[in-house]
């Protein structure tokens, strides 16, 4: 069911390196002119992954520029996440970390179960087909909660 589109989403998972950033860059896509969109992870101690670049190319989705950051940093760059009208957590560590940094804040925080691609398949044809299931399903998940660019917000 699509619901009148919130003017600030955080999207996050493990590592803001694979979901996350995806995510963030499907949504501003479809909804970028009408809704701030920014990712974290619970930890930022990986790049952005080149699969995750390459498979949201794909779709039209440039994920090259991305720099993976935490809430942690978020916080240190001024980020507050009570800024955010929701945040979409697309792993259990981190809809944890989400529900702690907004206990006492009144932020909806929705829990997406999303595949995580990263330990999935042996050859890079294999890998990439992973990493689209895993574009695929958030954009579908995108879709149903937020509607398509065309429709009036």
Known sequence: MTRKLP???????DHNSVRSPMAEGLMKKFHG???YVQSAGVRNDREIDGFSIAVSAE????L???RARSFEEMAQWGDDLTGFDLIV???PASQRQALELTRFAHIDVEYWPIMDPTGLGETRPAKLD?????????KERLLARFGTPTEDQ
């Open 7 to 13: 003017s600030s989403v955080l999207f996050c998972c």
């Open 130 to 138: 992973a990493y689209r299931q895993t574009r695929d399903q958030i």
């Open 89 to 91: 957590a697309l792993s």
């Open 33 to 35: 002119q009408r809704v």
């Open 64 to 66: 090259s520029r991305h």
């Open 59 to 62: 779709d039209g989705v440039e």
